[in-house]
């Protein structure tokens, strides 16, 4: 079977990166899932703390496991956003591939101390647990907000990506490169799209020598994706456009059925919606060229 390692060596190889796609519940696993098979690409299900704590970080272990084995397929579990140590353990020991271990609220030297011992203790539970750590600002919350927060002040430079790289011993990085978490509302009704620091992205992806992870994808510029890609970008994570279009479509699903109290009747077109998303998303990332 196919590790995450693996994976993210290829998609880099043939320009492509990994979608990134958070998990609630079922639902939302069975869009991700159905469009990656459909495209037959590599896929990540992301599941933050607070979607853990609803879904049981064994049991969301067990279902993505499941779908690996039954279908010989590589999708892989990301333990996303995790704040502290005892955390990390957990989804280490429940078999996870990787863990975005992120203490970038801290002081430099502070998540410097953290997420090296982070690697070291996690990679003794799961030699091949991938660590991703994190610097810089990149928003907090994949949900609606009233207006986006200006991504220019907290930007990744190359030489701290390096020396971040060089000082944990991270297998993955997430540099801030103008992306955050979220989207503003002219996002959502698709009048305004989120910009990516291109040539900032190639620096950081030269000085660091790791993957580097694209957070707070959600509302990105299609052309702006493809040159991150191109740029040395290898997974996108992509979180507020999946539940905007659960909540959408569970809401138009309901209204269309007032009566309607079987689950298995109602939640067929929220998977479908979610879907859709996905999918687009899986061909943007998988078809852009590279210039490696
Ligand atoms: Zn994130």
Redesign the pocket.
């Known amino acids: 079977m196919q590790t995450l390692r693996d994976a993210l060596r290829q998609a880099e190889q043939r320009g492509a990166a990994i979608g990134h796609f958070n998990v609630s519940d079922l639902v939302l696993l069975k869009g991700v899932f159905t469009a990656a098979q459909e495209l037959k690409v590599p896929v990540i299900v992301g599941a933050s703390e607070g979607e853990r704590s609803f879904m049981g970080v064994r049991q969301i272990a067990a279902l993505v496991k499941s779908l690996r084995d039954e279908f010989d397929y590589p999708i892989f579990l990301n333990a996303?956003?995790t704040h502290s140590l005892a955390g990390a353990e957990e989804v280490a020991r429940a078999g996870f591939d990787s863990v975005?271990f992120d203490r970038s609220a801290l002081p430099r030297e502070e998540n410097v101390r953290q997420t090296r011992e982070a690697v070291t203790t996690l990679k003794a539970i799961h030699p091949s647990i991938l660590v991703e750590g994190e610097i810089g600002d990149?928003g907090s919350g994949?949900e609606i907000h009233d207006a986006m927060p200006e991504p220019g002040k907290g930007l990744t430079t190359p030489e701290e990506a390096r020396q971040f790289v060089e000082e944990t011993g991270i297998d993955i990085l997430?540099p801030a490169v103008g992306s955050m978490?979220g989207m503003s509302r002219s996002m959502v009704q698709g009048e305004s799209k989120q910009h990516l620091d291109i040539e900032r992205i190639a620096a950081i992806r030269k000085a660091a020598r790791v993957p580097l992870t694209l957070?707070?994808g959600s509302g990105t510029d299609d052309d702006d994706f493809r040159k991150a890609i191109a740029a040395g970008i290898s997974i996108v994570?992509i979180?507020t456009e999946l539940r905007v279009a659960w909540r959408r479509s569970l809401e138009s699903s309901l209204a269309g059925k007032p009566d309607q109290v079987v689950p298995y009747q109602i939640l067929p077109p929220v998977v479908e919606s979610v879907r859709e998303v996905v999918k687009s998303r899986l061909q943007l990332f998988n078809n852009a060229q590279s210039s490696r």
Do not use: P, Q, R, T
């Open positions: 996303d956003h975005v990149i994949s997430a978490h957070h707070g994570h979180n």
